[in-house]
Each structure stands twice: as structure tokens, then as C-alpha cells.
């Protein structure tokens, strides 16, 4: 059983690879596991099923891992000027769908707010960018537009990298260790000595939990539908 986190624990997003949208993790379901022969963690993500997840190795973290991003509010929308990273809400007309993806600035057509600083009805011309190419998009399966006009209540500004935060450091400490202790066997392998089929490939061993099946590493993550602007903006 996973031991409980404490409440006023800061959440993080991950960016999946396969279709390069950022989405909340389960902070409580993921895990150190050993897969291939070496220790990565298993990331679930928010409102997923178990069995939906994405390895993730301690070299992406810094990439693919970060504090979850904040919407912008009202008055905020002079800040977003060209050139500025932002988080943006894509919705598909006639799906239930939508995503969180990395875009900035082209344009910002700004307009008077009224007394008080009141609702932003400013617009902002924005193009996607990815840190990353997804692999949806050499299959075809890419649905993110170029570019867009999006609202300000479908923008947020992003967290920084979580390299710093408390779980994101347990893992790596956990990685270290394990790593010391259980060194690749591929060192066997080449001085002719036979290799435990402990660590299969396609399988993963949970940390301190029975081995259990997982994708080959670099499997498509079926993530679920919340999204990181969502969830940063109703405090999960």
C-alpha cells in the first residue's frame, strides 16, 4: 500500500511522448520500477487506469517533468507579450476532447478591460511547440493545430522543472541506490556468465511490490482526460 503524501504537497505535470501533452501525475500511484535492466520511474497519471502509465527514465526528467502550471489571470494578460511561453487548452469541435500543450506568443491583440480592470476579452495568436517531436505525429495521429487564437481563460504560464521536488528527489535517491546495489547484468553477459531472467524485457519490477507486466519501454501512455491548466486551477 502506498504511504499517503502530505496534503500541502505541490503537484507536478509530465509531458507524454506520445502526443506531447502535459498531464497531472499521480504522485501517490507512480514508482521506482527496474525494466531492461535498469531503474526508471513509472508514472501514472491523474484519472488514469493502473494499467495506463509511462516509464520514465532519471535522464528525461529535467524534460519531461515539471511544477504544474498556473492560469493567468484577468489582469495579467499585458505580461503576454510576443515571445512568451504559455500552456494553452486545445479543444476538437464535434470530440469530447481536449489537451494541454506548450505554444507562445505570436501576437496579442489587446482590448480595454472596462472599470476596475474587469473581464479580458484580449485574443492571442499562438504556434505549438514541443520540446520534443511526438511520435503521434509520424503516425498520423497528431491532432494540435499549428496555430491558433485562443482566450486568456484557455492559457496558463508554465511551472518551472520539478527537479527539485521532494517526490521527484526521493525517486532519483531511490534510483541511486538501486542502481549500486543491482548494477545492469549486461556486464555478465559480456563476460560470458549467465544472466538471472529476473528483469525480462517488457516487464518492471515495482519498488518494494510483486514484479508486474508492463509496455516495452517507450510505449504509448494512454493518460487520462485532466488536463494540467484544469487541475492547476481548481487546486488539485
Known amino acids: 500500500m502506498a504511504e499517503p503524501l502530505p496534503a500541502d504537497l505541490p503537484s507536478i505535470e509530465a509531458v507524454s511522448d506520445w502526443d506531447g501533452s502535459w498531464y497531472d501525475v499521480d504522485l501517490v500511484r507512480s514508482a521506482v520500477v527496474r525494466q531492461r535492466e535498469h531503474y526508471g520511474v513509472k508514472i501514472v497519471y491523474q484519472e488514469s487506469e493502473e494499467e495506463d502509465f509511462d516509464v520514465m527514465w532519471p535522464h528525461e526528467f529535467s524534460r519531461r517533468l515539471r511544477n504544474s502550471c498556473q492560469p493567468v489571470q484577468d489582469c495579467e494578460c499585458r505580461k503576454l507579450q510576443p515571445g512568451t511561453r504559455v500552456v494553452v487548452l486545445v479543444k476538437w469541435p464535434g470530440r469530447d476532447e481536449q489537451k494541454y500543450y506548450d505554444a507562445e506568443i505570436v501576437k ?65 535517491r531511490q534510483i541511486s541506490q538501486l542502481s549500486a546495489a543491482h548494477p545492469p547484468q549486461q556486464t555478465q553477459q559480456q563476460q560470458g556468465q549467465p544472466v ?38 481548481t487546486g488539485q
Open 108 to 172: 496579442a491583440d489587446l482590448t480595454e478591460h472596462g472599470p476596475d480592470e474587469g473581464e479580458c476579452n484580449c485574443s492571442f495568436k499562438v504556434k505549438y511547440v514541443y520540446g520534443h517531436e511526438p511520435r503521434a505525429k509520424a503516425e498520423g495521429e497528431f491532432l494540435a493545430p499549428i496555430a491558433t487564437r485562443v482566450k486568456i481563460d484557455d492559457m496558463c504560464i508554465p511551472g518551472a522543472p520539478a527537479l527539485t521536488h521532494p517526490v521527484v528527489l526521493k525517486w532519483l
Open 196 to 233: 538471472q531472467p529476473a528483469a525480462a524485457a517488457g516487464q518492471a519490477q515495482v519498488l518494494q511490490q510483486q514484479p508486474s507486466e508492463v509496455a516495452a519501454a517507450g510505449a504509448e501512455p494512454q493518460p487520462g482526460a485532466a488536463g494540467t491548466a484544469a487541475a492547476a486551477g
